[in-house]
């Protein structure tokens, strides 16, 4: 479409190239007509500003047409297509061919109707050169805006399959972290059923809102704070619910850090593996702190290891650093000191 061919910027350029060309190619002439008495004034006898101002102007108009023509004819900017050596040659020739008629064109123009035109001879002689020059730089010109134009396209097509790449890997993530806590939550649901039923119902609507959550939150990269607090404090009644007693937590977080951001099931994630390795016990009972302030949450618990229990945190952990990676490009801070495991977040 017309549109796509004269986009502004396409237009912008194509103006500056063929007004400078124009100018460029009548230098001489131009010279000669500031100083008619140099020597050049001898070269073009009789010459008038009408005579210099009509050729230029006939040049610019040869130039756009010229590009018109190479794009209407080969879509030199058209992205969509492939432009070879071929391509390139038959562009050289239609180029040489109709400025070569244009000129034509215009000499008969002069001739018949007395448009006003430069007469020197070698105005005439220096015409094939300066033909030769135009359709080099209309064809460089084209080939140059379909190879930008090209490179662009293959930029931003790299952009997003790099994007898409970083949100596929992120969902692959994120989806292995489901299955442990659902498993967990409903082999718990199947004793409280045959021990208490009543209570099997409630532990039932706690489950239904921690699943709803994850359901709805399943398309989203970010949740605020308050949202994941919110879920994982129904995720830490289930678990006291297993483990009565013997498992506390510690919540204590500034009101103003809730609107911060981090990845949905993080706290959850770190609060699940705080009591998959530890020993929960009426011997050994646990306690789950969950603090925020500052820019950071951090989740931490004594460190107690269960007996023949794997000594490493699994999967979960490092798919969570490498969520924060893909995610906001930050670390997250796991240490191990005064026998107390911490997991540190940066809150966005």
């Known amino acids: 479409s017309m549109k796509r061919i004269w986009s502004n910027k396409y237009v912008l350029i194509v103006n500056a190239i063929s007004i400078m060309v124009a100018f460029l190619t009548h230098f001489p002439e131009l010279i000669t007509l500031s100083n008619p008495y140099s020597a050049d004034g001898l070269s073009f006898p009789g010459m008038h500003w009408a005579d210099v101002g009509n050729e ?7 130039l756009l047409f010229l590009f018109f023509l190479n794009e209407a004819v080969f879509r030199f900017n058209s992205d969509m297509v492939s432009i070879g050596w071929k391509k390139v040659v038959c562009s050289f020739v239609l180029t040489w ?5 244009l000129g034509k064109c215009f000499v008969y123009l002069h001739q018949h109707f007395d448009v006003p035109a430069i007469d020197a001879m070698l105005h005439h002689y220096l015409h094939p050169l300066r033909d030769f020059l135009i359709t080099c730089i209309v064809t460089g010109s084209c080939y140059f805006f379909h ?31 489901n299955p442990h806590m659902l498993f967990n939550s409903l082999n718990t ?36 704070l308050r949202e994941e607090m919110e879920f994982v404090q ?21 009101p103003e850090l809730m609107s911060r951001k981090l990845p949905p099931m993080a706290l959850q994630l770190l609060v699940e593996n705080a009591v998959k390795h530890n020993e929960i016990s009426n011997r050994r ?44 490009k930050k ?10 495991f911490t997991v540190i977040l940066p809150l966005i």
């Open 189 to 224: 649901l199947y004793l409280l059923i045959r021990e208490s039923p009543d209570k099997a119902r409630h532990y039932l609507e706690e489950l239904s809102r921690v699943m709803r959550y994850t359901l709805q939150d399943n398309e989203s990269h970010s949740v605020t």
């Open 331 to 340: 670390d997250i801070i796991v240490k191990e000191e005064n026998h107390r």
């Open 285 to 328: 009972p646990l306690t789950v702190s969950v603090t925020a302030e500052g820019d950071t949450v951090e989740v931490s618990n004594p460190f107690q290891p269960k007996r023949g229990g794997s000594a490493g945190m699994g999967i979960g952990l490092a798919n969570l650093a490498k969520r924060y990676q893909l995610l906001y």
């Open 234 to 254: 129904s995720y830490m009644y289930l678990l006291q619910v297993r483990y009565e007693d013997n498992l506390q937590f510690y919540i204590r977080i500034h």
């Open 147 to 177: 190879q930008n134009r090209k490179s662009r396209k293959m930029l931003l097509e790299n952009q997003q399959l790099r994007m898409e790449n970083v949100i596929n890997q992120y969902e692959a993530l994120k989806s292995q972290l």
């Open 97 to 101: 061919v109709v400025s070569n008629l």
């Open 56 to 62: 230029v102007l006939f040049t610019y108009l040869s």
